[in-house]
């Protein structure tokens, strides 16, 4: 027997409303990803998979769930290439220093990726470089004025540890030798082990991530000369910028920001985005990253990719006065 349904104006006016009303919800719950998201990052275990978890733990309303993998080796490369080849539907982000799209198609031969191959979609951290002293340095030099009077004067001791050849850190040492008119020594390290050394006297200074070395300075078994900020840190406020010690062409931060393939849909970029910028008003994430010595700096999607630019461009002036020569 078939039944019959009545529909009165009242019901469709009832359904007008709901349909209204739902059209006003939020809507990134209903598009949250099914599939767990993968986090990518190319370092072992410490600052840089330390930031990704902060932050990612926190996109709920993005993804179902969220893993933050971490594939070490070749600088992050090997985390880049794996993100590049990886499905773009936004289940697959690169968290990463912006080195990697900015820096290392200058100092690097070859590249199996370009720029090109992602969506930059928005920076979300920063910390300044600092240049540290230690006992191979005389008590008597307090100042980065100090300490150049003293490279000159003991040239073959004037040496200084970085994280690896090609970096920032490397480069920005070369500059302050240049800019100084002074012999200064490049010493390369794995990661933070320079320091290491730095203690022992085996080399001169260091310069490094401001989180590597802040505890000794604090207890005062190294010296802070300076740091590379635009401004003082908020965790060393007593410490000069290079700025402030007659050398602004030194200044630089490393930010960190997260990245898609480029072939991922505008909709999906867009609700990662929000994820993000909610998440940076988060006061965990705020606390858990001063614990890192890592300061939240927001860039906007468009504003990323300005910056990405500019500092392409600025870099590329870098490499070419120091003379680098591209890497295999």
């Known amino acids: 027997?078939?039944?019959?349904?009545?529909?009165?104006?009242?019901?469709?006016?009832?359904?007008?409303?709901?349909?209204?009303?739902?059209?006003?919800?939020?809507?990134?719950?209903?598009?949250?990803?099914?599939?767990?998201?993968?986090?990518?990052?190319?370092?072992?275990?410490?600052?840089?998979?330390?930031?990704?978890?902060?932050?990612?733990?926190?996109?709920?309303?993005?993804?179902?769930?969220?893993?933050?993998?971490?594939?070490?080796?070749?600088?992050?490369?090997?985390?880049?290439?794996?993100?590049?080849?990886?499905?773009?539907?936004?289940?697959?982000?690169?968290?990463?220093?912006?080195?990697?799209?900015?820096?290392?198609?200058?100092?690097?031969?070859?590249?199996r990726y370009t720029p090109g191959d992602f969506i930059p979609v928005s920076a979300v951290a920063s910390f300044p470089a600092l240049l540290t002293v230690g006992p191979k340095v005389p008590n008597h030099a307090r100042t980065l004025a100090d300490f150049v009077e003293w490279c000159r004067t003991n040239p073959k001791a004037a040496t200084y540890g970085t994280p690896g050849i090609g970096t920032t850190l490397h480069l920005i040492g070369a500059m302050l030798g240049r800019a100084a008119n002074i012999e200064f020594l490049h010493v390369p390290y794995q990661g933070s082990s320079a320091i290491q050394d730095l203690l022992k006297g085996e080399i001169a200074s260091a310069i490094m991530p401001i989180g590597s070395s802040l505890g000794l300075v604090r207890s005062g078994e190294l010296r802070a000369l300076a740091t590379t900020g635009p401004r003082r840190s908020l965790f060393l406020p007593d410490v000069p910028t290079v700025a402030e010690c007659g050398y602004p062409s030194l200044e630089d931060l490393t930010r960190y920001g997260f990245f898609v393939?480029?072939?991922?849909?505008?909709?999906?970029?867009?609700?990662?985005?929000?994820?993000?910028?909610?998440?940076?008003?988060?006061?965990?994430?705020?606390?858990?990253m001063e614990k890192l010595a890592v300061e939240i700096d927001a860039v906007s999607m468009g504003d990323f990719s300005r910056l990405i630019g500019s500092e392409s461009r600025r870099w590329r002036t870098i490499v070419e006065a120091t003379g680098f020569t591209p890497i295999d």
């Open 1 to 111: 027997m078939r039944t019959s349904v009545v529909v009165t104006r009242r019901d469709l006016l009832m359904a007008s409303a709901a349909g209204a009303a739902a059209a006003l919800l939020p809507q990134s719950k209903a598009q949250t990803l099914a599939k767990t998201v993968q986090v990518v990052t190319g370092f072992a275990p410490g600052l840089t998979d330390g930031v990704a978890r902060l932050i990612s733990g926190q996109f709920k309303d993005y993804a179902a769930s969220v893993v933050v993998e971490t594939r070490p080796g070749a600088s992050g490369r090997i985390a880049v290439e794996a993100v590049k080849a990886a499905d773009a539907d936004g289940s697959v982000i690169l968290f990463a220093p912006l080195g990697f799209v900015i820096l290392f198609p200058l100092i690097y031969k070859t590249l």
């Open 261 to 288: 393939p480029a072939r991922t849909p505008a909709n999906v970029v867009e609700r990662l985005n929000d994820a993000i910028q909610q998440t940076l008003h988060n006061d965990e994430v705020r606390l858990g």
